[in-house]
């Protein structure tokens, strides 16, 4: 397993390309920010500081377990209006447009999430304790 398959704070997730995913979006104070696929929150961690105090971040994600993830995000995110949506990010979206919700960013971070794979439990995992059968089957 990897070391950091028992942690859970926040601080311990490096989002990837943050610099890059920050100066495309390019956030600035009084924006609403959709984080559709919340995970750890690193994103948003990033895009609520650019927010500076003023706007609003509404962060998805289809995992219950993250919401402790999202409580430590709010936390740190003094001034912004931040709202979690359970759900699949595609029903989700649709469901904040058809209520006249309009965002001026919105991050999709399509990659392989290493909450899946560092947690066996999770469904999605390289590790095993199981041996492998290898042998070919003849027929």
């Known amino acids: 397993m990897l070391p950091n398959v028992q942690r859970t704070d ?24 959709v984080d559709a696929t919340f995970g750890a929150g690193g994103h948003s961690r990033l895009l609520a500081a650019d927010l500076q105090g003023s706007g609003k971040l509404v962060a998805i994600d289809r ?31 649709s469901q904040l447009a058809a209520n006249g919700v309009q965002a001026d960013a919105v991050l999709l971070d399509l990659g392989l999430s290493s909450m899946q794979i560092d947690r066996p439990e999770r469904g999605f995992s390289y590790a095993t304790d199981a041996p492998l059968d290898m042998r070919m089957d003849p027929s």
């Not at 993250?66 to 430590?72: E, G, I, Q």
Request: hydrophobic share 40%; glycine share 8%; charged share 30%.
């Open 63 to 93: 995992d219950p377990s993250v919401k402790p993830y999202f409580d430590r995000m709010k936390a740190s995110a003094r001034g912004v209006q931040t709202r979690f949506l359970r759900g699949d990010y595609g029903v989700v979206l």
């Open 10 to 33: 926040a601080a311990d997730h490096v989002p990837v390309l943050a610099e890059e995913v920050r100066e495309f979006l390019d956030v600035q104070p009084g924006e609403t920010i």
